[in-house]
Every structure is written in structure tokens, then in C-alpha cells.
């Protein structure tokens, strides 16, 4: 690392509060990314919840147009919601026995 005192305190300080900068930065990006993937995350579930919706509405004749509007909800009310994908554990391993 840089010995203190290497350049002059001015362009110490600098350099000091442009990697804190970065640093925040870096923080406040990644939050910004997380939220954009779950806003196209739910944008992508009310697609599906919609289109599941108008699945079901095409055989079922007393379903209206009018509930395409919170699909999600109505087909949770139905009994049809999209099932959340959980964490799929591998089998447990066999132990290996040695001769």
C-alpha cells in the first residue's frame, strides 16, 4: 500500500473521497439493479397470471373479461394461482463404502 504522505494531503484527500465515492456507488447500483429485476420480475407474473387467466377463461364460459384486471388474485380465488419456485435440493449422497 501507499505510504502516508506519498503525494501531497490535497491529492490524498482526493484520491480518499473518490474511492468512497466509488464505493457508494457501487452500494447504490447494485440496490438499483435488485430493484429493476424485481420490478421485470413482477411484470413477468402478472404476464403469466394473465395469460393463465385467459387459458382458463377460453373453457370456462362463466369467467368475464372483466377480472383480467387482477388476474393473479383470481386465479388465487380460483384455486389456479402460479405455485413460487422454491429451492430444489439435490438427493442426499450415498456414503461410499470401501472394501
Known amino acids: 500500500m ?3 504522505g506519498f ?3 490535497e491529492v490524498e484527500a482526493l484520491l480518499r473521497a473518490m474511492a468512497c465515492g466509488l ?3 457501487a452500494f447504490v447500483a447494485t440496490l438499483a439493479w ?3 429485476q424485481r420490478q421485470q420480475a413482477h411484470a413477468w407474473r402478472e404476464q403469466a397470471c ?7 377463461a377460453r373453457r370456462a364460459t362463466f369467467l368475464g373479461e ?3 384486471q387482477d388476474a393473479c388474485a383470481r386465479l388465487q380465488a380460483l384455486g389456479f394461482g402460479l405455485r413460487i419456485a422454491g429451492f430444489t435440493s439435490l438427493p442426499p449422497r450415498e456414503p461410499i463404502v470401501r472394501p
Open 2 to 4: 501507499l505510504r502516508r
Open 7 to 9: 503525494f501531497r494531503r
Open 23 to 25: 464505493v457508494v456507488s
Open 34 to 36: 435488485g430493484y429493476d
Open 50 to 56: 394473465a395469460y393463465r387467466f385467459n387459458e382458463l
Open 66 to 68: 372483466q377480472d383480467v
